[in-house]
Nanobody, 124 residues
Framework: QVQLVESGGGLMQAGGSLRLSCSAS????????MGWFRQAPGKERELLAA????????YYAESAKGRLTISTDNAKKTVYLQMNSLKTDDTAVYYC?????????????????WGQGTQVTVSP
């Protein structure tokens, strides 16, 4: 079992920066890779970035490359998503997820655990 709690969302202005946090816990946490997703109104949930706890491997969706950075703090068991140059299209609920598939954590279907989500709203 893995428990995930996201934080850091809010109302932002376009062009600004934001860092989301995902606090993770659970006995099997080390056997999971972590990902950040978002779901905009009327759209499906999409995987933005994923990372192993060692930080040695990461994945970015094309839409995330260049503006988003995923990172981990193993001591705090926390995964971060740094978002720069925010756009109004970034408005969505952002979710943290965990997958036991350590080799193919870029595959969305492998994610089994989810946080409750944090709302990010970007105004013009």
């Amino acid at each position: 079992q893995v428990q995930l709690v996201e934080s850091g969302g809010g109302l932002m202005q376009a062009g600004g920066s934001l860092r989301l946090s995902c606090s993770a816990s659970g006995r099997t946490l080390s056997r999971h890779a972590m990902g950040w997703f978002r779901q905009a109104p009327g759209k499906e949930r999409e995987l933005l970035a994923a990372i192993s706890w060692s930080g040695g491997r990461s994945y970015y969706a094309e839409s995330a490359k260049g503006r988003l950075t995923i990172s981990t703090d193993n001591a705090k068991k926390t995964v971060y998503l740094q978002m720069n140059s925010l756009k109004t299209d970034d408005t969505a609920v952002y979710y943290c997820g965990a997958t036991p598939d350590l080799l193919r954590f870029q595959l969305q279907r492998g994610y089994q655990y989810w946080g409750q989500g944090t709302q990010v709203t970007v105004s013009p």
